[in-house]
């Protein structure tokens, strides 16, 4: 089965740029997408077709892909943005979620 | 604005089946290229998608679970339901129904219910 791989933890400084990684065979010939969840909360769309903002999430959160990884930047960290990621890709007609990547602020 | 709503039984005995609904308002569960899913998250860990019902009546389902899962809708109460059979502790998980993005494609999911704790236990 499609597995999709991102660090369990990624730490950041505010004002500064965070990266999430998600690696999947030849992940780069399918679309990625991007989900946040606070505590608590349900997840949220935050990039989708690799790299397209939907309405409402900040212009900071950015997206790509290519070759086996795909990207989730976040440009001037904030900490509201403290939170889990999860990348999603699909392998035919399978929705697979990475395992999820928590981001600390601090 | 489109609100997703899961209800069903917060707590399920071993071997039983599991049964939730998504009562969908602000918008038709028939109309559009929409495609309906659901999506569980154990306590304290990831995402994982159990299924979907495209916008033709169609399901599709994680080979993991599809032995176990089945996926409807009811267009007249406007809302879809799941049904997971056999389940087991490891079934025990916080349940979302969310709404892909528009198309016939593969897509995201854009909207997300609140989800519902459903617990596995005699």
């Known amino acids: 089965s499609y597995e999709l791989t991102q660090p369990p933890s990624v730490s950041v400084s505010p004002g500064q740029t965070a990266s999430i990684t998600c690696s999947g065979d030849?992940?780069?010939?399918?679309?990625g997408c991007w989900y946040q969840q606070k505590p608590g909360q349900s997840p949220v769309l935050v990039i989708y077709?690799?790299?397209k903002r939907p309405s409402g999430i900040p212009e900071r959160f950015s997206g790509s892909n290519s070759g086996n990884t795909a990207t989730l930047t976040i440009s001037g960290t904030q900490a509201m943005d403290e939170a889990d990621y999860y990348c999603q890709a699909w392998d035919s007609s399978t929705l697979v979620f990475g395992g999820g990547t928590k981001l600390t602020v601090l | 604005q489109l609100q997703l709503q899961e209800s069903g039984p917060g707590l399920v005995k071993p071997s039983e089946t599991l049964s939730l609904t998504c009562t969908v308002s602000g918008g038709s569960i028939s109309t559009g290229s929409y495609s309906w899913g659901w999506i569980r998250q154990p306590p304290g860990k990831g995402l994982e998608w159990i299924g979907s019902i495209h916008y033709s009546g169609s399901p599709y389902y994680n080979p993991s679970l599809k032995s176990r899962v089945t996926i409807s809708e009811d267009t007249s109460k406007n809302h879809f339901s799941l049904r997971l059979s056999s389940v087991t502790a490891a079934d025990t998980a916080v349940y979302y129904c969310?709404?892909?993005?528009?198309?016939?494609?593969?897509?995201?999911?854009?909207?997300w219910g609140q989800g519902t704790l459903v617990t596995v236990s005699s």
């Open positions: 030849e992940l780069g010939d399918k679309y």
């Open positions: 077709q690799d790299n």
């Open positions: 969310a709404r892909h993005q528009p198309g016939s494609g593969r897509y995201p999911f854009e909207y």
